[in-house]
């Protein structure tokens, strides 16, 4: 269980019946500041051109494509075919009040937007279901992951089939944050801290990879069992960054889908 770049994508690949890829900013047909491969109509792009990228980036197909609204927040949900092409060419037809969607259908594709949150992929090691969540400091904070374990866990999966890979996001070398950050985190992590010092007292660095690793190792998923690939999004130019570009900027795209 791996990450590997394949051109202007990276693939957490070794699960037997699982597609899962994150894109880059490269391999599209935006202008700048998006160029070139922006995924999002909600940042100021053609919407013309980020329908193409899109294609680009899918190539399953946009009518099997579901899209979560992405709030920050801790909804998860089972989606099917019913839902297919939700999101996919319009935003307003995307799943509401969701960040994390988890399918068994193989007609399916899950995609999720990122500039800097955590992409967490989630598989089972025999194929059977997949899924993707978008963690920000909220969402992590207030447990997506957790929430995505306990509804893979009540519908009959066992807790040593999950496997994860963390994707690219922005790392403990360039999020800086907050008291109002900090005082949440510690509240989740009582055994471990993931923040460093910061610029002052009054700030901390905070590693996001580490802490829904944490999270998840805290619920019964065994480290080996995490793929982190710790590329951080601010650092390397070949991604969006909201926090180093700040608006406007792109999106990348978080993928997975049974084959």
């Known amino acids: 269980m791996q990450w590997v770049q394949e ?17 880059t900013r490269h391999g599209g047909i935006g202008a700048p500041p998006y160029d070139s491969l922006n995924l999002s109509f909600s940042v100021g792009d053609d919407p013309d051109t980020v329908k193409e990228n899109r294609r680009l980036a899918v190539p399953q197909g946009l009518s099997r494509l579901v899209m979560a609204q992405q709030i920050h927040q801790d909804g998860v949900a089972w ?15 995307s799943l ?29 090691v025999f194929g059977r ?42 790392g403990p070398c360039c999020y800086e944050v907050d008291r ?6 510690r509240k989740v992590l009582t055994t471990a801290s993931t923040l460093g010092p910061g610029r002052d007292e009054a700030h901390w660095m905070l590693d996001l990879w580490s802490t829904n690793r944490l999270i998840l190792e805290s619920l019964g998923i065994l480290r080996e069992h995490i793929a982190v690939l710790g590329l951080c999004t601010s650092c390397h130019h070949e991604f969006f960054s909201y926090r180093r570009d700040q608006t406007p900027t792109g999106r990348m795209g978080g993928f997975i889908c049974r084959t």
Do not use: K, N
């Open 79 to 93: 989606v099917d075919s019913s839902e297919s092409g939700r999101g996919a060419l319009d935003p307003t037809t």
């Open 129 to 170: 279901w997949v899924g993707i969540l978008h963690a920000g400091w909220r969402g992590t904070v207030l447990g997506v992951q957790r929430r995505a374990v306990m509804e893979i866990v009540a519908a009959g999966y066992d807790l040593g089939d999950i496997r994860v890979g963390i994707g690219p996001s922005i």
């Open 180 to 185: 109002a950050v900090e005082e949440p985190v």
């Open 7 to 23: 051109g202007d994508r990276w693939r957490w690949q070794d699960i037997p019946g699982v597609d899962a890829w994150f894109t």
């Open 96 to 124: 509401q009040g969701l960040d994390g969607l988890l399918t068994r259908d193989v007609h399916l594709t899950l995609g999720m937007g990122f500039a800097d949150c955590v992409p967490i992929f989630l598989a089972d």
